[in-house]
């Protein structure tokens, strides 16, 4: 069971996860169900809340009630923001407690954010490096970061998208 989170980076996994067969995708991410929803294989659940239109994913009270009843065995999870000291944050109060919620439910929390994303700091903070199993990122990335993630107990895969 794989819960893609909504957001772009999120989203462009689906390509590289097409040859899976039986799996099950959770997904607050409308662009990411309407692909997933294309292999015939996959059972699909969608979580539904109030819509953030800039990420095209669902967040509120009621996408949070839904997970209490879900089990996650991996979660790719995006952030708009990590700060140099390994926080990772949203712009949107609800769309941050669903990640954290997410990332309590998963059993392999992974995250996964371009370099770019690096150094910005949004206003809510739903994550700390320590709180993943894996980062999962592009070429570039900052030594001082690096080292942070690796300290933090979770492994680091830097990819490129030929990868």
Not at 25 to 34: D, F, G, H, K, M
Request: overall charge negative; glycine content about 8%.
């Amino acid at each position: 069971t794989l819960f893609i989170d909504g957001g772009s980076t999120t989203w462009s996994t689906i390509p590289f996860l097409s040859a899976l067969e039986r799996l099950t995708v959770i997904t607050n991410s409308i662009e990411a169900a309407r692909d997933c929803a294309q292999i015939s294989t996959w059972t699909i659940i969608v979580l539904g809340g109030q819509v953030i239109t800039k990420s095209m994913s669902m967040v509120g009270p009621y996408v949070e009630a839904q997970l209490d009843n879900l089990s996650i065995d991996i979660a790719f999870m995006g952030a708009t923001g990590v700060s140099l000291r390994g926080s990772c944050s949203s712009g949107n109060l609800f769309e941050a407690n669903v990640k954290q919620r997410v990332i309590q439910r998963a059993d392999k929390p992974m995250l996964l954010v371009d370099n770019s994303k690096m150094g910005i700091v949004e206003p809510f903070a739903f994550a700390h490096f320590s709180d993943f199993h894996t980062v999962i990122t592009s070429p570039g990335v900052d030594d001082t970061v690096r080292r942070m993630i690796l300290s933090a107990g979770a492994r680091l895969e830097i990819v490129t998208p030929e990868d």
